[in-house]
Structure formats: C-alpha cells, structure tokens
Nanobody, 118 residues
Framework: QVQMVESGGGLVQAGGSLRLSCAAS????????MGWFRQAPGKEREFVAA???????QYADSVKGRFTISRDNGKNTVYLQMNSLKPEDTAVYYC????????????WGQGTQVTVSS
C-alpha cells in the first residue's frame, strides 16, 4: 500500500508558477505509475499528468507546454511544475499511484488547493 501527502499549493496570480510535491511512503515507489489529477468546484475530477515507472509521461491537452511532471525515486517524490498558470487551473490537485499493470489509480493523497487569480 502507498500513502501520499501533497504540498506546494497556494494562491498565485495568472501567469505565475507553482511546484507541487507528492511524498509517498513505501519501499517500492519506483514500481508505481504516478499521476496528478484535479477537481474544480462543481466539476468532475480530471486527469492532469502522469509519469510511468519507466519514465514515460502523459499530459492533458489543457496543460501541455505549461506543466511538467517529474519524479525522484530516491526521495519517493513526484513533482508537478506548473508554469503560465491560468484562472481555469484553479482546483484541488490530487496525487495518485497505480501499480504496474493496473488500470485504475488505487491510492490517493488528500489534495492541495491551487488558486489562480486573474
């Protein structure tokens, strides 16, 4: 089982940057695909970005070119660098983990709030 704690959220003006961190427990962190999701008020949770255990990356179209996901297996941490933030990026951001070969993300953090002011 993996437990995650997100940090780095906050209030930023449009055009600014934030870096989210997700610290995970467990000795096999390197064998998990890690993802970031977000949920805005009144909307469904949506995929933002993922980094596979192999290093491959995926991004939602809405964040391509602005967000970068990375991981440090030595620190059991995954990061989301968010640049050129827009008010529509305002949401609670969640970190999630998926076992290699699994379809669904089974483990979730508690979320961190990101608010982008116009």
């Amino acid at each position: 089982q993996v437990q995650m704690v997100e940090s780095g959220g906050g209030l930023v003006q449009a055009g600014g940057s934030l870096r989210l961190s997700c610290a995970a427990s467990g000795r096999t962190f390197s064998m998990y695909d890690m993802g970031w999701f977000r949920q805005a008020p009144g909307k469904e949770r949506e995929f933002v970005a993922a980094i596979m255990w192999s290093g491959g990356r995926q991004y939602a179209d809405s964040v391509k070119g602005r967000f970068t996901i990375s991981r440090d297996n030595g620190k059991n941490t995954v990061y989301l660098q968010m640049n050129s933030l827009k008010p529509e990026d305002t949401a609670v951001y969640y970190c999630a983990a998926r076992s290699v070969g699994a379809v669904r993300y089974a483990y979730w953090g508690q979320g961190t709030q990101v608010t982008v002011s116009s």
